[in-house]
């Protein structure tokens, strides 16, 4: 069975740091594209960014490019997402989802990040 | 900055049939976009439907169908059940330095 399982979040003030982990299981982690994606309360779907296989090449979305960094450790099925200079409006429920080129098949529950004084 | 569009809200009855689009602000979506299709309830994570325009998952409904219309990707619900409320996404890929963007979402009611 494919699990993705995220982890990490909690609360930040604005400025901090956190680190976002997704760890894979049921599945050839190191043969699929990552990406996480992220919904503040209330709001829609964002694309936040992806990594391919082995960790060569990534995308973000311009609103974090400079503050996320997106990485994977494939010998231990995990995903990670580095975030700086956290901002309030980078509140929001982080989902890591598995990328089997262009078919979104499979995401993970969740981790909430909130970022306030 | 590229805007992928869907309608805000629709509402369908039980039983019905319901067509949810998404549009490009780039022009028309084609196959190449690989639209894919999410559907959200209240405090889950979004289940995916559809990919690559048309492709089913394993767990996808018979009822739920994807295909292009007019220049958009569609998601069609034929025999709708009480339990398709739900919000509906849809995702396109345009490549290059930010290759996915999300569509606002359709707020499908049934009533």
């Known amino acids: 069975e494919v699990q993705l399982v995220e982890s990490g979040g909690g609360l930040v003030q604005p400025g901090g740091s956190l680190r976002l982990s997704c760890v894979g299981s049921?599945?050839?982690?190191?043969?699929?594209?990552m990406n996480w994606v992220r919904q503040a309360p209330g709001k829609g779907l964002e694309w936040v960014a992806n990594i391919n296989q082995d960790g060569s090449a990534y995308s973000y979305v311009d609103s974090v490019k400079g503050r996320f960094t997106i990485s994977r450790d494939n010998a231990e099925n995990s995903l990670f997402l580095q975030m700086n200079s956290l901002r309030a409006e980078d509140t929001a429920v982080y989902y890591c989802?598995?990328?089997?080129?262009?078919?979104?098949?499979?995401w993970g529950q969740g981790t909430l990040v909130t970022v306030s004084s | 900055q590229t805007v992928v569009t869907q309608e805000p809200s629709l509402t369908v009855s039980p039983g019905g049939t319901v067509t949810l689009t998404c549009a490009s602000s780039t022009g028309a979506v084609t196959s190449g976009y690989y639209p894919n299709w999410f559907q959200q309830k209240p405090g889950q994570a979004p289940r995916p439907l559809i990919y690559?325009?048309?492709n089913k998952h394993s767990w996808t409904p018979a009822r739920f169908s994807g295909s292009l219309l007019g220049g958009k990707a569609a998601l069609t619900l034929s025999g709708v059940q009480p339990e398709d409320e739900a919000e509906y996404y849809c995702?396109?890929?345009?490549?290059?330095?930010?290759?996915?963007?999300f569509g606002g979402g359709t707020r499908l009611t049934v009533l």
């Open positions: 989802g598995r990328d089997q080129r262009w078919n979104h098949d499979y």
């Open positions: 690559s325009t048309s």
């Open positions: 049921g599945f050839t982690f190191s043969n699929y594209y």
């Open positions: 995702l396109l890929y345009y490549g290059g330095a930010q290759p996915w963007v």
